[in-house]
T-cell receptor
Framework: DSGVTQTPKHLITATGQRVTLRCSPR?????VYWYQQSLDQGLQFLIQ???????AKGNILERFSAQQFPDLHSELNLSSLELGDSALYFC????????????FGNGTRLTVT | GQQLNQSPQSMFIQEGEDVSMNCTSS?????WLWYKQDPGEGPVLLIA?????ELTSNGRLTAQFGITRKDSFLNISASIPSDVGIYFC??????????????????FGQGTILTVHP
């Protein structure tokens, strides 16, 4: 158990809809990261937050947004969903935003039909 | 941007055999990490390497941070059926964002799928 909690585990929704994925980092970790994993793209970095502030952006679509709350949990919002958004979405956390290893949750499997 | 080439893409071995996989990059990384992912779960950290030339073991696993800082390998000795999974290398470097703040950016390899036959 990495200590990173993600909910829900599975999500099935229709195209055009909006969903919210939730992540609670490990106790003591201030930094939260979101990754997307699809079969043909591997693990793609989406966005990083540190202590409530956005720190880095990766290949995140404009339809996607995220935030980190004062209690350090984070939410990833996916809107106007398309079939191609079906993937595993992972949250990871680390102590800082620099060189400490990332610890991953077990992911949310999103299926868009 | 940073690119990692991980090889082999897949391996089929017999229980008891040793395994070796590696990652190379055209750019320098400051940290190398190796993760294992089981079906339906998130990647789990196996080994973290912080210095060029560093050789670190974790049980039957051994990993090294290449001296050029552009490569790393992972060896698994005496494989067992529970070693089955996908192994990812990841390299960390420190770009600076638009606000002038340096941060760690982790880039993942494409993974090595390991199958162990009993």
């Amino acid at each position: 158990d990495s200590g990173v909690t993600q909910t829900p585990k599975h999500l099935i929704t229709a195209t055009g809809q909006r969903v919210t994925l939730r992540c609670s980092p490990r106790s003591g970790d201030l930094s939260v990261y979101w990754y997307q994993q699809s079969l043909d793209q591997g693990l793609q970095f989406l966005i990083q937050y540190y202590n409530g502030e956005e720190r880095a952006k990766g290949n995140i679509l404009e339809r996607f947004s995220a935030q980190q709350f004062p209690d350090l949990h984070s939410e990833l919002n996916l809107s106007s969903l398309e079939l191609g958004d079906s993937a595993l979405y992972f949250c990871a956390s680390s102590v800082d935003t620099y060189n400490s290893p990332l610890h991953f949750g077990n992911g949310t499997r999103l299926t868009v039909t | 941007g940073q690119q990692l080439n991980q090889s082999p893409q897949s391996m089929f071995i017999q229980e008891g055999e040793d395994v070796s996989m590696n990652c190379t990059s055209s750019s320098i990384f400051n940290t190398w990490l190796w993760y294992k992912q089981d079906p339906g779960e998130g990647p789990v950290l196996l080994i973290a390497l912080y210095k060029a030339g560093e050789l670190t073991s974790n049980g039957r696993l051994t990993a090294q941070f290449g001296i050029t800082r552009k490569d790393s390998f992972l060896n698994i000795s005496a494989s067992i059926p529970s070693d089955v999974g996908i192994y990812f290398c990841a390299g960390n470097h420190f770009p600076t964002n638009a606000g002038g703040t340096s941060y760690g950016k982790l880039t993942f390899g494409q993974g090595t799928i390991l199958t162990v036959h009993p």
